[in-house]
Structure formats: C-alpha cells, structure tokens
C-alpha cells in the first residue's frame, strides 16, 4: 500500500544534542510537510517543500531545519534540542498544495 | 484570535450515542473543510472532506459545514469503542499557494461499551 513512513516512531535525545528524524513517502507526492504537535495541541506548520523549492514558516525557529534529497524522503534536523522541542513530529504528503495532506504516524522526540 | 476553535473535551459518550463534535473559525475565506481521526500516540488520518457549505454523508459519519456562521460539525452515529480518538478539523483557503491547513487542536472523545 502507499504510504507516509516516519523513522524512528520514537526517539530519546539529550539537550543540546543533534537529531534528525526521517519521513519517505511511496505516493510519489510533490509537496512534503513538517508539522510538530505538542500534547493536547493543534500540529503547527514547520515547514514544506514543493519538489525541491523549501518554504519556511516565519515562526519556525532556526533550529529547526530541512533537507529533501529526492521526492521521495524529507528530514527533519534539530540542530540544538531543547526541553521544549519534546513533542510529536509529523510527517504530511501531497499531490499539490491544493489537494489532500496525508500523514505519517509521526515520530515522539523525548529530550533528556 | 486563533483561526480555528475547537473544544478540547473530553467528550464521553455510551456506545450507540449519537456524538456531535463542532468547531468555528474565523477567516471567511476558508473554503476546504476536512475531519481528521487520530488514535493515541499515531498521525492524523484523513476521515471527512468537504468544498464550501452543505453536508457530506459517509457511512456512519456526517460532516457538516454552515460558512454563514463559520461553523462546522462531524456527527457520529451509532458509536463504537472503536471510535474513541482525537478528531481534528481542519481548514484551508481556496488561494493558498502554500497549502496550509488551519487545524483545531482536536476534540478527545471516549465512547465506553
């Protein structure tokens, strides 16, 4: 079945320390999304990209950043990670940015 | 003011119950309209999609938007256990070129056999 795949499904890092959190997708989608979701919250945007045209939001804090190597896989780099940025990190495909968002079942980042 | 509201519940409802799960938002120039079911600890899965105002019927969900009144429902009928999960709505402008969904932060419901 096509699918959103997110990798690791969970993940412990220690603050301060880089991680980054994997999505690939087998829709063959153009656009990829990046959402965090913190409990008992609505996802926000982090960031999208189009092919490869990346589009930032403007409250996304620089620690947050992105690379598409081809259609298919998107990450997700946490450069310094702090205890706020614990929280769910969702992965969202689609055909163009006026279709559908389809997600992944997201990754749970836990900072020590 | 959030562009969507939506009442974080809980919500906790016997099996069989009819559940009504509702949200408002604020930018009348949203057009799409979509219910995502997500279960614990997993991502949003898409469950109903609308374009405008009316209602859409699939199997034993309603979804149900009114743009006069920027209010937009989800009705579950005959519930089941199975049920049980956070459902978000969500909302889009026709014109966004950047395709980004507006979400409620998601209604928690139970339903006990």
């Known amino acids: 079945d096509a699918m959103v795949i997110q990798n690791p499904r969970y993940q412990v890092t220690q603050f301060g320390k880089p991680v980054t959190l994997s999505c690939s997708q087998t829709?063959?989608?153009?656009?990829m999304y990046w959402y965090q979701q913190k409990s008992s919250q609505a996802p926000k945007l982090l960031f999208h990209?189009?092919?490869?045209?990346?589009?930032n939001e403007a409250d996304t804090p620089d620690n947050f950043q992105s690379r598409r190597p081809n259609t298919s896989f998107c990450f997700l780099d946490i450069r310094s990670p702090g205890l706020g940025d614990a929280a769910m990190y969702l992965c969202?495909?689609?055909?163009?940015?006026?279709?559908?968002?389809?997600f992944g079942p997201g990754t749970r980042l836990l900072v020590l | 003011q959030k562009e969507v509201e939506q009442d974080p519940g809980p919500l906790s409802v016997p099996e069989g119950a009819i559940v009504s799960l509702n949200c408002t938002y604020s930018?009348?120039?949203?057009?799409?309209f979509m219910w995502y079911r997500q279960y614990s600890r997993k991502g949003p899965e898409l469950l109903m999609y609308?374009?405008?105002?009316g209602n859409k019927e699939d199997g034993r969900f309603t979804a149900q938007v009114d743009k006069s009144s920027k209010y937009i429902s989800l009705f579950i009928r005959d519930s089941q256990p199975s049920d049980s999960a956070t459902y978000l709505c969500?909302?889009?402008?026709?014109?966004?070129?950047?395709?980004?969904?507006?979400f409620g932060r998601g209604t928690q419901l139970t339903v006990w056999p």
């Open positions: 990209y189009y092919d490869k045209d990346f589009n």
């Open positions: 969500a909302t889009r402008d026709r014109g966004s070129t950047l395709g980004r969904l507006y």
């Open positions: 969202a495909t689609s055909s163009g940015t006026q279709e559908t968002q389809y």
């Open positions: 930018n009348s120039a949203f057009q799409y």
């Open positions: 829709l063959n989608h153009n656009v």
């Open positions: 609308t374009y405008s105002s």
